[in-house]
């Protein structure tokens, strides 16, 4: 294309460019949806177990003894936890008072230093700050005591919700957790076990990241 068939073309565009009035999108009024607790909870579980989720339900003080069924039943022979998070002290009493065939392995210092180790680790477990009933997600912020390797790199992630974090929306948790005010540095959506649809929209579980997500449900 010679210079001046360019210039011909950019002149063109320019002119009619000049007669096209700046772009507005349509808004329109939007609100969030509200649902009862009950309704919550319903479609958080729902949705979850939808994208392949294993939802229990399991009552506080029985928390950590079924977390330890659930271990067996998994055949999980070592679980790795954060070693300053608040599950961290739980953990470790209820491994002392109680036999337990699962090796707790504490994840302490950089997470760069125990990145090699985790690939030989069958579950990590984390903390979580609720879930979202309207996409069925949970809420996790990795910080220094619970790296983001521990929700990503074993093949099962374990993680609990408490049954009274359920929020209705997402617009909601940031109202209600004032995150304007502390955002984290990293803040995860999880909605199920690792998956994709990028191979023929095909939707494939597994394929990066943990297979299996293990939510204990606490009420």
């Not at 808004?27 to 919550?40: A, C, G, L």
């Not at 521990?150 to 997402?170: C, D, G, N, T």
């Amino acid at each position: 294309m010679t210079s001046q068939a360019k210039e011909h073309i950019l002149d063109r565009l320019k002119a009619a460019s000049a007669d096209v009035g700046v772009y507005y999108p349509q808004r329109y009024d939007w609100k969030p949806p509200v649902f009862t607790p009950k309704e919550r909870a319903e479609r958080f579980v729902k949705l979850l177990e939808t994208m392949k989720a294993q939802v229990v339900p399991v009552k506080k003080k029985e928390m950590l003894s079924s977390l330890r069924a659930l271990l067996q039943e998994k055949n999980v022979s070592r679980l790795a936890y954060g070693a300053g998070s608040k599950l961290a002290k739980q953990l470790e009493a209820s491994w002392r008072q109680n036999k337990a065939e699962t090796e707790l392995v504490p994840i302490v210092g950089s997470a760069e230093e125990f990145r090699d180790e985790l690939f030989g680790i069958n579950a990590g477990i984390t903390s979580s700050l609720g879930g979202i009933a309207d996409t069925g997600a949970i809420i996790v912020w990795p910080d220094k005591h619970e790296p983001r390797l521990l929700s990503l790199v074993p093949p099962l992630h374990i993680v609990i919700v408490e049954k009274s974090q359920i929020y209705s929306s997402f617009s909601e948790v940031i109202e209600m957790q004032k995150w304007p005010e502390s955002m984290p540095t990293n803040a995860l959506l999880i909605s199920g076990p690792s998956k994709t649809a990028d191979i023929e929209l095909i939707l494939q579980f597994g394929v990066h990241g943990p297979k299996e997500l293990l939510v204990l449900l606490v009420e």
